[in-house]
């Protein structure tokens, strides 16, 4: 069996990190896309893939909602890597020499009264570790890099400054996905069911199907609606509980939510990662 895990974007990517903190014994695999990431493990050319789902400043990764429920891969972990961000130059490089720095969108956003204090311009680049390569690639003497220290060490760029991001708190969620589901119960901080379903067309079905929750005592951490096929009367809710499936106030409560329901689909049952519980 392949010893590899699967991620989108370039070597020294945030995924790639957490492909490192998380799995460090496999071999992280670079994708153009998150469809390629899934791709690779439903072939075989990957045993799991790591996809972001979240990130504490800007909200849910688009796109990823809707694949979770399509891919046929099962949620088996979850992973949190503090995004830290720094500027990235060619070898010898100082401070003073440069006028523009190159990111994804979010990350040059991120940064704004480092790079205003520095008199530096932003540029628009395709993410965060292609930019980096981009750099080094290039020979941009005059052009930084924001990126991590993962995509510094793959590219030999030198970090000029260290976590320049103005949110110090900055964390994206990860989820493992693998082919086949892993219900038994483990780690040391209790369990996390994943789940989608979609509300059968009533008054108040939403508040009813949720009320199973409330009557069992169970935390939801997580509720959150998109629309299906661009349906505005079609609507899809994905939501995370404290809990396992086997355990008798959950099977309750998903038993009442199937009732008000017209799909239910658990996606996975994971133990909850450290990371959760950082302030």
Same mark, same amino acid.
């Given at each position: 069996?392949?010893?590899?895990?699967?991620?989108?974007?370039?070597?020294?990517?945030?995924?790639?990190?957490?492909?490192?903190?998380?799995?460090?014994?496999?071999?992280?695999?670079?994708?153009?896309?998150?469809?390629?990431?899934?791709?690779?493990?439903?072939?075989?050319?990957?045993? *799991?893939?790591? +996809? &972001?789902?979240?990130?504490?400043?800007?909200?849910?990764? !688009?796109?990823? %909602? $809707?694949? /979770?429920?399509?891919?046929?891969?099962?949620?088996?972990?979850?992973?949190?890597?503090?995004?830290?961000?720094? *500027?990235?130059? +060619? &070898?010898?490089?100082?401070?003073?020499?440069?006028?523009? !720095?190159?990111? %994804? $969108?979010? /990350?040059?956003?991120?940064?704004?009264?480092?790079?205003?204090?520095?008199?530096?311009?932003?540029?628009?680049?395709?993410?965060?570790?292609?930019?980096?390569?981009?750099?080094?690639?290039?020979?941009?003497?005059?052009?930084?890099? /924001?990126?991590?220290?993962?995509?510094?060490?793959?590219?030999?760029?030198?970090?000029?400054?260290?976590?320049?991001?103005?949110?110090?708190?900055?964390?994206?969620?990860?989820?493992?996905?693998?082919?086949?589901?892993?219900?038994?119960?483990?780690?040391?901080?209790?369990?996390?069911?994943?789940?989608?379903?979609?509300?059968?067309?009533?008054?108040?079905?939403?508040?009813?199907?949720?009320?199973?929750?409330?009557?069992?005592?169970?935390?939801?951490?997580?509720?959150?609606?998109?629309?299906?096929?661009?349906?505005?009367?079609?609507?899809?809710?994905?939501?995370?509980?404290?809990?396992?499936?086997?355990?008798?106030?959950?099977?309750?409560?998903?038993?009442?939510?199937?009732?008000?329901?017209?799909?239910?689909?658990?996606?996975?049952?994971?133990?909850?990662?450290?990371?959760?519980?950082?302030?």
């Amino acid at each position: 069996m392949t010893n590899r895990i699967a991620f989108q974007g370039e070597p020294g990517a945030y995924s790639h990190q957490a492909c490192h903190a998380a799995r460090p014994d496999m071999e992280a695999l670079p994708c153009r896309t998150f469809e390629d990431a899934i791709d690779a493990v439903k072939s075989g050319e990957a045993a *799991l893939a790591m +996809l &972001p789902v979240e990130n504490s400043t800007y909200g849910r990764v !688009a796109d990823i %909602h $809707t694949l /979770l429920p399509q891919s046929g891969l099962h949620i088996v972990d979850e992973a949190f890597v503090r995004v830290h961000i720094n *500027l990235l130059a +060619l &070898p010898g490089t100082r401070l003073e020499e440069i006028t523009h !720095a190159m990111s %994804h $969108t979010v /990350l040059l956003g991120q940064c704004k009264t480092f790079l205003q204090k520095h008199g530096i311009h932003r540029i628009t680049g395709a993410d965060t570790a292609g930019s980096a390569k981009h750099v080094a690639e290039a020979g941009l003497k005059t052009t930084a890099a /924001l990126a991590g220290d993962l995509a510094g060490e793959i590219y030999g760029l030198d970090v000029l400054a260290h976590h320049i991001e103005d949110n110090q708190h900055n964390t994206t969620r990860f989820l493992i996905m693998s082919p086949e589901a892993d219900l038994t119960r483990r780690g040391d901080h209790g369990m996390i069911t994943s789940f989608v379903f979609q509300v059968r067309n009533i008054p108040a079905a939403l508040y009813k199907a949720m009320g199973g929750f409330a009557t069992n005592g169970i935390n939801m951490t997580k509720l959150e609606s998109y629309m299906v096929d661009g349906n505005f009367t079609a609507t899809q809710f994905y939501a995370d509980i404290e809990g396992h499936p086997e355990d008798p106030n959950v099977r309750l409560a998903l038993d009442e939510l199937r009732y008000f329901t017209t799909n239910v689909a658990v996606l996975g049952t994971y133990p909850a990662a450290e990371g959760r519980f950082r302030e």
